[in-house]
């Protein structure tokens, strides 16, 4: 068995314990951590556990969904750095997080991040009502500073992904040669912007219900 499956399979007997101590109202779980640490496909891996080994329903919530468009990155002169925590609708993702915590809809639509365009797809899924746990996975879910610190209270769980510095770049450059960029773009992408903002998240997060060390690539 995996490091990541492991991991998922940990945090996927927690939130099914946490689930039913809460009296079976929905549950919100988030998993942060730096780009390239694993968190994508442990989430994703945490919901396939929870559907499957126990029938309650779960959704994943990419918070990537989030991010400025690229026009408006640029008027704010950082496109060049997408990603970092400025580039993200924090209140339009925090009000998000309060809606789909309350269940008050039938169903809700939430955007979702389409990383071969880089554009975030408006209504890209649909949560509904009856989905009983929501794995939210994104990078500054538990950031310390104002605004952002209005959304670890938000969260049931929380959980956040450690890598190593090293382990990290070396993730994120392979990232990048998957989509085929040449690896002066690669340069300019890790060193200047993806790992700046990893080592930040890793090092300014808030503290976690639990912390994983190390899982395996995104």
Known sequence: MTIIEDNAREIASLAMKRFSD??????????AGAPGSGKSTIAERVVDLIISESG?????????????????????DRRAFKGAIDT??????????????????????????DRSIEIARAGGRLIPQSVE????????LLAKQSPWDRLKP????TVFVDVEEDDLRERLRARWRGFGLDEAE????????????????MKTAAEPDLRLKNPGRE
């Open 22 to 31: 809460n009296q079976r109202q929905r549950l919100m779980i988030a998993i």
């Open 154 to 157: 938000i969260f049931d769980f």
């Open 88 to 113: 993200f609708d924090v209140h339009g993702l925090r009000h998000m997080l309060e809606r789909l915590k309350a269940n008050e809809d039938d169903v809700i639509a939430v955007p979702v991040f």
């Open 56 to 76: 309650i329903a779960a959704a994943l919530f990419p918070m990537d969904g989030y991010h400025y468009d690229d026009a408006v990155l640029e008027a704010m």
């Open 133 to 140: 746990i929501i794995v939210c996975e994104g990078n500054y």
């Open 186 to 201: 690669i340069d300019r992408k890790v060193e200047e912007n993806d790992l700046p903002n990893g080592i930040f998240i």
